[in-house]
């Protein structure tokens, strides 16, 4: 019976950290990481405060398990569709395309919740800062790699600089995302697409 109990215990943690997880990823994207409390996010779920509390401990516990929790969405509306796939041009242009399609659907409803949050940190060292970083840098990384392994297969020209090419990619995805919210305009996602297509158009081989 004391088994039977603690597993209860336990699914009904997992159950409440999910709730708040999935609810803490909405509030985050539009309001930042600085807008969550775990008495914030009780009242929006009608959970007990202490149940919250529980399931995490701290607000910063909260705040990297969100960026960990959008990072697990990041990857499977981005990245996994395309997993399985060879690395080099064709991967590329799709995970680009990929990227466009999570920002401009709205998976998250502030947009790209990176973008959305990494301004509050930029300049706050700390570990919420350093898992955003991490995040950063390891979406520009497989850029990297693939435009490394699409120069390799001749399939880009040597004249495309890895760095400097994941840097305008990364810049038309951010820019477009930025854009369309502040200017409430979704046809800058469009303008993205074209200037990323014509990008690695220019240095296709």
């Known amino acids: 019976m004391a088994g039977t109990a603690t597993d209860g215990r336990v699914q009904r943690g997992n159950e409440t950290r999910r709730a708040v997880l999935g609810r803490a990823v909405e509030v985050a994207s539009i309001e930042g990481l600085g807008a969550l409390s775990i008495g914030r996010l009780a009242t ?32 499977d509306a981005v990245i996994a569709p395309h997993e399985q796939e060879a690395p080099g041009l064709p991967k590329l242009r799709a995970l680009c395309a990929s990227w466009v399609g999570y920002a401009r659907d709205r998976v998250f409803p502030g947009g790209c919740f990176f973008q959305s949050v ?3 940190f930029n300049t706050q060292p700390g570990p919420i800062r350093d898992a955003l970083a991490e995040a950063a840098r390891d979406w520009e990384g497989l850029l990297l790699d693939l435009i490394r392994a699409a120069r390799a297969a001749d399939e880009l020209t040597p004249a495309a600089e890895p ?3 994941a840097f305008l ?7 477009a995302n930025a854009q369309s919210l502040l200017l409430d305009d979704p046809s800058r996602f469009d303008r993205a697409a074209a200037v990323i297509d014509r990008t690695l158009t220019t240095f296709a081989s």
């Open 44 to 75: 929006d779920l009608g959970l007990s405060k202490s149940g919250v509390f529980a399931a995490f401990g701290s607000k910063e516990e909260l705040q990297l398990s969100t960026v960990r929790a959008a990072r697990r969405i990041f990857y």
């Open 163 to 165: 760095e400097q090419l």
């Open 118 to 120: 990494s301004a509050e």
């Open 169 to 175: 990619l990364v810049a038309a995805m951010e820019t």
